[in-house]
Structure formats: C-alpha cells, structure tokens
C-alpha cells in the first residue's frame, strides 16, 4: 500500500513563507504525477499544482501562480511545495496527492489521482 505523509504546516503571518513535503512509500514514485489540493473550512477541496513524473511540467492554479512552487526529489521520493507571500485565505488544509497511472502528464482533476496524504494545516494571520 502507497502511503504519502505530508508535513510543514503551521501557523505564519501574511506575508510569510512555508515549504511543504510529502514523502510518498514505494518504488514507484518516480513514475507518478503528483498534485497538492487544498481545503478550507466550509469549502470544497481545490487544486493547487501539480506536476509530472520527471519534473518538467508544472501546473499552478491561478490563486497561487507566482506565490507558489512545486517540485520534486526522485531519489527522495519527495514532492515540496513552497509557499511564499503567504495570505490569509490561503489558509486551509493541505494535502498531497498521486495518480499511479505511469509517467502520465500531471492534472488539476483531483478523481485522476489514487493515492491521497492525510493532510497538513496551514494557518495565515492577518
């Protein structure tokens, strides 16, 4: 069974920054797309980035394009996401995601993805 343990939430003020993780369990990692969504309180589970299997194609949703980063470490099996200029409604628990689909390209369609972490909270302070 693939398990992916998301951390590097907390709490920061407006303006700040947070780099999140996700270590994925398995030998296949390096041939998964992988994805981070979000939710906040009252709302539906949105997408945030994504990216292919060997890093060479990002995804961004417009509310984080410029703020935020995703990449990858194959040898780690780990995805990142860093978050700079960090708002209030970015507020929300994040979570990572991969489609086992091999060397597929990355989407924003969170029913592509199989595998789901357990979540990580980040917190923005006005």
């Known amino acids: 069974q693939v398990q992916l343990v998301e951390s590097g939430g907390g709490l920061v003020q407006a303006g700040g920054s947070l780099r999140l993780s996700c270590v994925v369990s398995?030998?296949?990692?390096?041939?998964?797309?992988m994805g981070w969504f979000r939710q906040a309180p009252g709302k539906e589970r949105e997408f945030v980035a994504a990216i292919t299997w060997n890093g060479g194609t990002t995804y961004y949703a417009d509310s984080v394009k410029g703020r935020f980063t995703i990449s990858r470490n194959n040898v780690k099996n780990t995805v990142y996401l860093q978050m700079n200029s960090l708002k209030p409604e970015d507020t929300a628990v994040y979570y990572c995601?991969?489609?086992?689909?091999?060397?597929?390209?990355?989407?924003?369609?969170?029913?592509?993805?199989?595998?789901w972490g357990q979540g990580t909270q980040v917190t923005v302070s006005s």
């Open positions: 995601a991969a489609d086992r689909t091999p060397w597929t390209t990355a989407t924003h369609i969170q029913g592509e993805y199989d595998y």
């Open positions: 398995g030998r296949s990692f390096s041939s998964y797309a």
